[in-house]
């Protein structure tokens, strides 16, 4: 697995700066949990990451083995994106959908081809919404939505998987075993996942960052010790989430509140 | 009261409007006949009527078809070619600024009296209402859907397929309201123009006779042509679009 | 060769095809087109016309010219406006050979006289001469074109006056709206143009290319024309149940038999008779009176058979 | 290249289209006169253009105004009047499947030949457009909007003004975008139908003479007005909607 | 203050029956929370409580009071609803703009009075918006269209305040001051909040309840001790931590996938 390396990374909007000359490196095959106040910036860096439009950009994204990022990342936005005129099981599989090719029309393979209609039913039973695979996401509330988007992002299948709070609308169970369900069909992936959640950082990431201030610039990597998904009630994990808070709120003590220029 | 009497009801009471529209403005039958006159004037002319309701019904539903998918398609080049839209926009302007009339002869010229012209003058009418609408829609999607088929590797026809065209679906569904309505008219001018055959060309020759009865004959089966393919698109379309509900009236 | 032995030696299938475009739809007008189709005076002659319609009067010349018809019926002075415009046009016989057009009132209106008209409005078909007109019909009274409001009215000329939304009508045909008139109970009052100044000139003509036409197959032609117009003539009745029978459901009717008898007398017995000093004066009157840019000779635009 | 001096180009580009269009399909000047001999007839007849241009310009916007206003109120009545809709709808089609032509005598006994009838023409002819567009952009708002509106205890006027009026406004664009095109064709077809005055009574005037470079002097100068109209109606439109971007062409 | 109590409320989506026959009672000025499975009806019986419109509804919300709920609602949904033609800062007076009467109207009062716009500022500031008052929601990250929507809520001023995930978006240290924020100014209201975190509902809630099952059913109230809002320091609340886990787990062990059918 080949290592993801944002080099001298600038974003601004307008007057406004968000982060400057930011480095990072996501080590290949490894999870990069990013924490942050609000508005700091996550979402920016990884739509930066994921070479979508913003503000004004600047800076490099490489690839250790020297090919481009582009359509090698699966990317999962903080909104759901759900497409109101397809079912979910049709919304899961969109990039099977998107990516089906002239010669594949002109062939009449079939738009969802078995193993791909068996994975998706596979992943959407994992994530519990089997029974509602044939409903438009109108009527899916929200942390089924959340679900879904995570199904159609884990149907993807790529090397650089970007996900943006993919837990953040789910009661505390389902978002564990959905944690446990992203760690195993992401293994060997290189994950860069941005959450609100300490425990969740500590619990996935092999390397737990903090953004933080305004233009943002990123903390040193806490890096928690064993195989992921790590055991909560792990006395490690509990000095580490120690540690942690200290820094949030250190920032808070910074400013008046998180992540607020 | 049941939703399947309702158009009949509403028929009858258009019918006694204009009844007494007659009646109280005092209109002399030369103006606005009365619909009994009509009626029995449709009676007398039903098979004249039946005739040329066919040929202008099969004009203008040729129109339609080639006027949507033309509409549809300058809407796609709009959105897919957008340096081609400062160029494209002002000639797709103009022929709609001009009106039919004058560019009568010249479609005579190149399309001749038979079908074509009336086709072409169909189309003329209604496409610009259909490209307005769907490049209105496909020019908006939601650009976070788009950012999302950007990191899939979705090819731009799948794209528009899958995301683009169903978003702009809504949209299009006025342009398309819109378009069927005024369609019976662009057929209708076109035999103005020229023809020899269709309700337009019916209602010319009564008109210029004063057998204002028969025009207004003619102009009932021509509005319940337009009438009937409003409605029958309204269902069709409220069936393709299903997840765009209207929403509450409070 | 245009003489009936040998066409009907010869078989059909060796008739001249013409097409021949009318300035409007079917009428009374065009009787001697009519009989002449329908007692088979055309064929006689070696021709198969095919006779279409327009809705809009100014795109038979245009066709003409063009050379996408041979023949078109049309108007005088519109014709020399057309050649006046450079369009390759000529007078190629003629159909009917006084003025129908005049100024129309309502018999039991305010307007007694000429002098009446004076500041009020005239609903009108726009056909191109106008002003010349009236300036000439109201010149004896001191007043012209500008002291009435002209309107145009397109093709609801006599409801429009019936309904009193103008004083006075131009456009309007003799033989016609005066009958139209009478069948709504009403009665008007026409003022003749050919009475009252105005030099006389032929209602409707034929035309052709003047640079391409067949003068042979036109010669023919008005000969089948002339035979139509006998015939109308001499047999009033009969022909009316002729020319009614061409298409019934849209020529029965008491309109088209009242104009019937009154548009027999209007038909120029002699079509292919070329009157060039008549059309002379007709276009000088134009010119004089500002409707015409440039001077026409009438030499340039009418056929010689 | 620089985006003020695009619309020039495209002119230039239209006109040397015109100009080759006469000269390939060889087309004779009375059919279709080419631009140079179109600019002479301008040039010559500038002021006559001029004067007439003000009378249909006048008619058109005022047309424009009320039919957009009179489209807005009917939109606005079908949404908040459900239970009038299925009265209105047929109406209302039928005030656009009957071609004007036939409703013009009656218009001109109601209304004359001044400007008014001029102006119910325009309004006929484009406040279909806004209608659908408008009606289809109210009944489809957000249903979370009007939930929570609802909670607030907003009073309907409030929530139409805050919340549904601004949702519909991008359909109702495009419905504007449509009437602001068609508008002058309401007036010239008003101007056939009875008129003393305009850039159509001056067409007719051009036709009945055969003076074919004034009438498409005439043309030139309506085809201006509707696409200069377009374009301030376009730009307007971006300005007052600036939530709704154009998205990407990817 | 009044107590809100829902009598036999029902619900069902066709065939599907979302809850049957609850019963539940909001205690007059206190807050109750609302834990529960993804998707197993939380926001449904929300919008129950509010008159909105969903399913087949059946069931009676009674005021102590005697008078009917409509109008001294605040409802915070799960997604933010601001509208994109709004600026924050009008996006927030909604309500003000919403009520306006027609008297107001025709006397030309301002749209927003000289205290609103003091008030709704000072909101802005405490959830950290000053800088985005002006701008319009569209340039907001996902936690700060969150902060606006509560702010929006806020300043509604109702005695009944329902709120459906209001901290969900929001990292650890500007969640707790927006609970804070919302314990101040929300004192004395009646208030239904629902979240996923256990510790937020011990933190803020007199009551604490948890919806499960399929009918759905509430669980008797945990109650923790003390004022609102709590610290988390407290060990009481450990424990009752504790006992709420078990009681999700619990239900996790029923069903393979907390909250689905
Ligand atoms: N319009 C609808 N039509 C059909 N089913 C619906 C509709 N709305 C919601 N549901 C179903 O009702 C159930 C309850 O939904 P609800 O939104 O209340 O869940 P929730 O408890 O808020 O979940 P979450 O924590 O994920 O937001 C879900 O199974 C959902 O799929
Ligand atoms: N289109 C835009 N125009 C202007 N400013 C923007 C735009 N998009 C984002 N911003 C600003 O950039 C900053 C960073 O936003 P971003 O969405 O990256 O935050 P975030 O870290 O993801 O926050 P959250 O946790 O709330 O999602 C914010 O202050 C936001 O207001
Ligand atoms: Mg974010
Ligand atoms: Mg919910």
Chains 1, 5 share one sequence.
Request: with cysteine; proline share 6%; aromatic share 8%.
């Amino acid at each position: 697995m080949f290592d993801v390396i944002i080099q001298d990374a600038s974003l601004r909007f307008g007057n406004h700066c968000v982060f400057e000359k930011l480095n990072l490196t996501l080590k290949g095959g490894k999870w990069t949990c990013l924490l942050g106040g609000s508005g700091v910036g996550k979402t920016s860096l990884l739509r930066l990451i994921a070479d979508l439009p913003a503000g004004e950009t600047d800076g490099k994204i490489l690839c250790q083995d020297g090919f481009p990022v582009s359509n090698r990342i699966a990317w999962m936005a903080q909104q759901d994106l759900l497409l109101p005129w397809f079912t979910v099981l049709e919304n899961i599989t969109l990039g099977q959908r998107l990516r089906r090719s002239w010669a594949d029309i002109l062939k009449r393979r079939p738009i969802l081809p078995p193993e791909v209609q068996d994975k998706a039913m596979s992943i959407l039973e994992k994530v519990g919404l089997t029974e509602k695979a044939h409903v438009l996401p109108q009527t899916l509330s929200g942390g089924q939505r959340q679900r879904a988007a995570l199904a159609r992002t884990l149907m993807e299948n790529r090397p650089l998987v970007l996900m943006d709070e993919p837990f953040g609308a789910l009661d505390a169970i389902t978002r564990l075993n959905l944690q446990d369900l992203a760690c195993e069909l992401l293994k060997n992936r290189t994950v860069l996942l941005i959450t609100h959640d300490p425990l969740e950082a500590l619990r996935l990431g092999h390397d737990v960052y903090h953004l933080r201030g305004q233009p943002a610039q990123l903390t040193d990597a806490i890096t928690p010790p064993g195989e992921i998904p790590r055991s909560l009630e792990d006395n490690n994990l509990m000095a580490l989430q120690g540690k942690l808070l200290d820094r949030l709120r250190h920032e808070s003590l910074l400013e008046p509140l998180a992540g607020e220029q | 009261m049941k939703d399947s009497i309702k158009p009949f009801v509403v028929l009858l009471g258009l019918l006694v409007l204009w009844h007494t529209l007659v009646i109280a403005f005092d209109m002399p039958g030369y103006i606005l006949p009365g619909p009994v006159d009509v009626a029995k004037s449709m009676a007398e002319n039903a098979s004249l009527l039946w005739e040329h309701t066919l040929v202008t019904l099969s004009e203008m539903l040729l129109g339609l078809l080639l006027g949507v998918l033309l509409g549809i398609v300058l809407a796609l080049v709009l959105v897919y070619f957008a340096a081609l839209r400062p160029w494209l926009l002002p000639p797709l302007l103009i022929t709609q600024a001009i009106p039919v009339f004058a560019l009568a002869p010249i479609l005579m010229l190149w399309f001749g009296y038979g079908l074509t012209s009336k086709v072409v003058m169909t189309i003329l009418v209604i496409f610009f209402p259909v490209v307005t609408c769907c490049y209105d829609g496909l020019r908006h999607t939601h650009q976070g859907w788009l950012d999302m088929a950007q990191t899939m590797g979705g090819n731009r026809f799948a794209i528009l397929r899958n995301i683009r065209w169903p978003a702009a679906l809504p949209a299009l569904a006025s342009g398309l309201r819109v378009a069927v309505v005024v369609a019976p008219i662009g057929a209708v001018v076109g035999e103005w123009v020229g023809s020899s055959a269709g309700l337009g060309y019916l209602m010319l020759q009564a008109n210029a006779r004063l057998w204002v009865d028969q025009m207004f004959a003619a102009l009932t089966v021509l509005a319940f042509c337009s009438v009937s393919l409003y409605y029958t698109t309204d269902r069709l379309l409220r069936r393709f679009i299903p997840w765009q509900p209207e929403t509450s009236q409070e | 060769s245009g003489n009936k032995q040998t066409s009907n030696n010869k078989q059909e299938k060796e008739l001249k095809e013409l097409t021949l475009m009318l300035e409007w739809f079917v009428n009374p007008d065009h009787g001697p087109i009519i009989i002449a189709q329908e007692n088979g005076y055309f064929e006689d002659q070696g021709l198969k016309v095919d006779i279409q319609e327009p809705a809009d009067p100014n795109l038979p010349p245009k066709l003409v010219a063009s050379e996408k018809v041979d023949l078109a019926v049309y108007y005088q002075p519109s014709l020399i406006h057309g050649v006046a415009n450079g369009l390759p046009l000529a007078w190629a016989g003629t159909l009917v050979a006084t003025p129908l057009d005049g100024l129309l009132v309502l018999d039991d209106g305010p307007i007694k006289s000429l002098k009446d008209m004076k500041g009020k409005t005239i609903g009108l078909n726009i056909g191109g001469i106008e002003n010349a007109i009236l300036d000439t019909l109201f010149e004896p009274y001191g007043f012209g074109a500008k002291d009435v409001k002209l309107v145009n009215v397109g093709w609801n000329l006599s409801s429009s006056l019936m309904s009193g939304r103008v004083d006075a009508i131009m456009g309007a045909y003799r033989n016609f709206e005066l009958n139209q008139l009478a069948i709504e109970g009403r009665k008007g009052r026409m003022f003749y143009y050919e009475e009252n100044n105005i030099p006389p000139y032929d209602e409707l003509i034929f035309i052709a290319n003047s640079k391409k036409n067949d003068k042979d197959a036109i010669r023919r032609f008005l000969r089948a024309i002339e035979l139509g117009t006998q015939y109308i003539v001499n047999n009033p009745e009969k022909s009316w149940k002729i020319f009614r029978d061409y298409s019934p459901k849209k020529l029965d009717n008491e309109l088209n038999r009242r104009a019937w008898f009154d548009t027999i007398s209007r038909f120029d017995l002699r079509p292919a008779a070329k009157d060039a000093g008549r059309y002379q004066a007709f276009a000088d009157y134009l010119q004089e009176n500002g409707e015409l840019k440039a001077k026409v000779n009438s030499k340039d635009y009418m056929l010689d058979f």
